[in-house]
Structure formats: structure tokens, C-alpha cells
């Protein structure tokens, strides 16, 4: 696309993801899946690799559980541009960032894709919990800058928060829910604050659940039985958990602390002990869980 081809608030043809790990991986899925020509940039050869087996695993397990055929899959891969370079990313209407939950490290991005991509593309963060706000102020393009947090794993939910910071303009927050409903999502809108909506709530309920494990309250199972059963949840707190990995829930949870000087949102032991342990979750084969193989997204 050229940047006089832009037609305003029409369908995104082509969009870019930074960062092809958990999260980058599962929304370079929901874009392909959705049409979309995708353009996938991870920072090296072998990380790209690494995104590409997640990706084609995802679509693999899908067919193994006659979810879609290996013509969609094909199809929906073709559509993918796998790169390591920015400069790839250039012609991208909308560029979603994915990378480490670091705020100099997505400052950084968003100041570089600044100089490649079009003015009128929009940059949009997967942030959990950092300050949207200050990203956009790093970006020089702060009123098109705009958090968009996909719930994991991105390809099986329905939510987006869609945050927006205090420099979005009101035609990039319509322009970004209009993206996400394009990509078959339900849209809500949030605060840029801390751990939006979902985190607010799901980490302190995810930390309550590792001290009652951590109080002999009940096993991994049991406790994942009732929040099941009991609560109506789809999943137990620590499957969630192993597909989240424990890394991640340390980062998050200790940055909402940081923040919001509430207890339950500091991690408890447990979780620091499983990661110096390298139980990570599926992607390390073992967290609360053992898994065959490492898989990220159930397969
Ligand atoms: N894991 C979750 O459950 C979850 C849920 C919602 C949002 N998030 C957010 O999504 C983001 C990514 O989390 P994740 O769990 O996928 O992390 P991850 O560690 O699995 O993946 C991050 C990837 O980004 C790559 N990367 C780093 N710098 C890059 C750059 N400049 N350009 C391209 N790639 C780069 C890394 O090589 C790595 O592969 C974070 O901001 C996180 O808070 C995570």
C-alpha cells in the first residue's frame, strides 16, 4: 500500500506484528486467519523460526482435531511474510508490537518504526501492563498510537481491551476498533491504567490460587477442578497459567505491584521457585503441568 492509497476507515489490508512469541505468534494467527497479508519480524533468524514452528503448530493441531483443513492452513500461510529486517514492516497499515514487556525496549520500536512506516499507520501495543501513554510519547506519532491487549491465547479469545492513551486521537481509537472487529473480536474499551480490566482482576485471583496451593489447600488438580467446576471458568488457574508461563505472570504480577501497591499482586514464592527451576509452563515442557514436547497453545 501507498500512503495515497489510504482510504480512511476501510479494512486493513496488510498489518505487521513485532515479536513472534506467545502473544506475537497467536495474533500473527488471528490476522492471517482474518485476511489479512501478515508480516512477521522477530529480531533473528532463529526466533523467527522459533514463531514459525508455534504458528504451524497451532494449525497443525487444528487439523489433528478436525478444526480446519490443511487447505485453510496453506492459505492462511501464504498470507504470512516472515522477516527479521523494520524495514519490512513499512507498508504496514496497522503494526501490532508483541515484544518483551520492557517500556524502553517498546519506546525504541515504536520511535524506529517511526521513520519507516507511513504517517497515517497506526501503531498498537499488546502491553498487559505498561503505560500506554508512555509508549505513544516515545513514538513521535503519539495520537496514532493506541494499546490493543489480546487475551491469551490470542487465536481461542474472544476479548480485546482496547486502551487508549492521552495523546489517541478519536480516528485511531475508531480506526483500531474497527480493526479489531475486523479481525472477529469483541472490542471493549478501557482506561490506559494498569492492568486494564481483565489483569485487574485475573492476577490477584491467579496469585490467591498459587498460596492456597502453596497453603496445601488442595493439589494443582483439585484447586483447577473447582475453579472449573465451582466458578464456571473454561480453565484451571494453573493451566492458564503454564500457557501464560510463569516468567510472563512474574513480569505482569510484579509490575502491577509496583504500580498499584496492592499485596495480592505480588507473586508469591512459588513462582520465582519454578522459575529458577525452568518450569516455565508448556513452552518449557513443565509447570504446573508436564508436557510432551513444547507446546504453547494446547496442541
Ligand atoms: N503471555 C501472556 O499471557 C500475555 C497476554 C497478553 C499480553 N501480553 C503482552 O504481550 C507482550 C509479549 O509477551 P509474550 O508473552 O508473547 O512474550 P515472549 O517473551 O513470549 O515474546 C516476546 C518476543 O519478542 C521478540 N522481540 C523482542 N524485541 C523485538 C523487536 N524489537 N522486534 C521484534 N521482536 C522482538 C523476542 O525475540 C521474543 O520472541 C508483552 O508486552 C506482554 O505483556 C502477554
Known amino acids: 500500500m501507498r500512503a495515497e492509497d489510504w482510504d480512511g476507515m476501510a479494512t486493513v489490508r496488510r498489518a505487521g506484528v513485532a515479536g ?168 471493549v474499551s478501557t482506561k490506559d491504567t494498569p492492568g486494564f480490566v481483565v489483569n485487574r482482576f ?3 485471583f491467579e496469585n490467591d490460587c498459587i498460596r492456597a496451593l502453596e497453603a496445601g489447600l488442595g493439589t494443582v488438580e483439585e484447586i483447577d477442578k473447582a475453579v472449573k467446576l465451582g466458578l464456571g471458568y473454561p480453565m484451571g488457574t494453573f493451566e492458564l497459567l503454564d500457557v501464560v508461563g510463569l516468567d510472563i505472570h512474574y513480569e505482569v504480577s510484579t509490575s502491577l505491584f509496583r504500580e498499584l501497591h496492592e499485596r495480592r499482586f505480588a507473586p508469591p514464592p512459588l513462582v520465582m521457585k519454578m522459575i529458577e527451576a525452568g518450569y516455565l509452563g508448556r513452552k518449557s515442557g513443565r509447570g504446573f503441568y508436564r508436557y510432551e514436547g513444547q507446546a504453547v497453545f494446547g496442541a
Open 20 to 187: 513472534a512469541g506467545t502473544m506475537g505468534s497467536g495474533i500473527a494467527i488471528v490476522l492471517a486467519r482474518a485476511g489479512l497479508e501478515t508480516v512477521v519480524r522477530e529480531v533473528s533468524p532463529e526466533r523467527l523460526a522459533e514463531g514459525r514452528r508455534r504458528i504451524e503448530g497451532f494449525f497443525d493441531g487444528g487439523i489433528r482435531r478436525g478444526k480446519l483443513t490443511p487447505e485453510q492452513k496453506d492459505e492462511a500461510l501464504d498470507r504470512v511474510d516472515w522477516v527479521t529486517g523494520l524495514g519490512d514492516l513499512a507498508d504496514c497499515e496497522v503494526v501490532v508490537e508483541a515484544i518483551w514487556e520492557n517500556l524502553d525496549a517498546k519506546k525504541a520500536l515504536f520511535g524506529e518504526l517511526n521513520d519507516v512506516c507511513f504517517p497515517e499507520t497506526i501503531f498498537v501495543s499488546n502491553t498487559s501492563t505498561l503505560s500506554v501513554t508512555a509508549m505513544a510519547a516515545g513514538s513521535d506519532r503519539p495520537d496514532r498510537v493506541v494499546g490493543m491487549h489480546f487475551c491469551n491465547p490470542a487465536p481461542l479469545m474472544k476479548l480485546v481491551e482496547l486502551s487508549r492513551a492521552l495523546q489517541t486521537s478519536d480516528e485511531t481509537f475508531a480506526r483500531a476498533t474497527a480493526f479489531g472487529e475486523q479481525l472477529g473480536k469483541v472490542v
Open 202 to 204: 485475573l492476577i490477584p
